[in-house]
């Protein structure tokens, strides 16, 4: 005899419950082996529903659909010679890390960044014993780029601070990064905070290539630029439209100057 509960073995349901459902099909059966259609169906129901009273479906055992992951929302480039990238989310949490070259692979290598706050993150950079050797000896520039205007603010605005207090006066510099330069520096694979510089090196002279430029360290990059620009000083942090301004005012100063 097959059995006339075969589709509900999937039900939560207690064996003791299945069986009594079970028994109570199958004494209708005995007392009329020959069912009209409608009438089957109605057992059927009425079984299924009794199977459903007596083990009610559970919340906890219907599928969830899967949590999204956080969206990127910035990115962060640091550059001395190690030339990285961080990547976070609209709270200010890490979510990926890129190493531009030998030096910034080897260091995140080293420290786990991922999932961290944005703080925590800076400060477990800074205690890295080899990025301090770098740090020491060079320059820090930092780009920071956002397609929200108040979450770029927010972050310029902690690493400024961070900066401030745990880095040498003069020798770092952080800027926000507007979207030509941020997309150009993606285009040619470097870090946006260096391209910025590297284009500003270029406006005075164009023989200079991107790629060239590219492997400089921030140290020599500025020395490089104070040769056109004297007013250029890695020291603290400004959005790209403030020194966009700034720059084209020194450039209208030395043009005037040039016809004094």
Request: glycine content about 2%.
């Amino acid at each position: 005899m097959t059995n006339p509960l075969k589709d509900l073995d999937q039900l939560h349901a207690s064996e003791e419950t299945k069986e009594k459902t079970l028994q109570y099909v199958l004494s209708k059966q005995r007392h009329k082996k020959t069912l009209p259609i409608w009438q089957g169906a109605l057992v059927c129901a009425i079984s299924v529903l009794l199977v459903m009273l007596w083990q009610p479906w559970k919340v906890d055992d219907l599928p969830t659909k899967p949590t999204s992951p956080a969206a990127i929302a910035s990115t962060i480039t640091l550059d001395v010679n190690p030339s990285m990238e961080l990547s976070v989310d609209a709270q200010h949490r890490i979510l990926q890390t890129k190493a531009y070259n030998k030096d910034a692979k080897q260091i995140l290598a080293s420290i786990d960044l991922k999932n961290k706050e944005l703080d925590e993150a800076l400060t477990l950079l800074f205690a890295n014993a080899t990025y301090q050797k770098y740090l020491a000896n060079g320059i820090l520039e930092v780009g920071i780029y956002a397609d929200d205007a108040a979450l770029q603010k927010s972050l310029e605005e902690e690493i400024g601070a961070y900066l401030k207090s745990n880095a040498t006066a003069k020798r770092y510099h952080c800027a926000s990064i507007d979207s030509k330069t941020h997309e150009a520096a993606k285009t040619h694979h470097t870090s946006q905070g260096k391209y910025r510089v590297i284009e500003q090196i270029r406006s005075y002279d164009a023989a200079y290539t991107i790629e060239e430029l590219s492997n400089y360290s921030m140290k020599k990059l500025y020395a490089l630029l104070e040769q056109y620009d004297d007013s250029a000083v890695p020291e603290g942090c400004h959005s790209e439209r403030a020194h966009e301004s700034n720059q084209e005012t020194h450039h209208q100063n030395r043009h005037h100057g040039n016809h004094d």
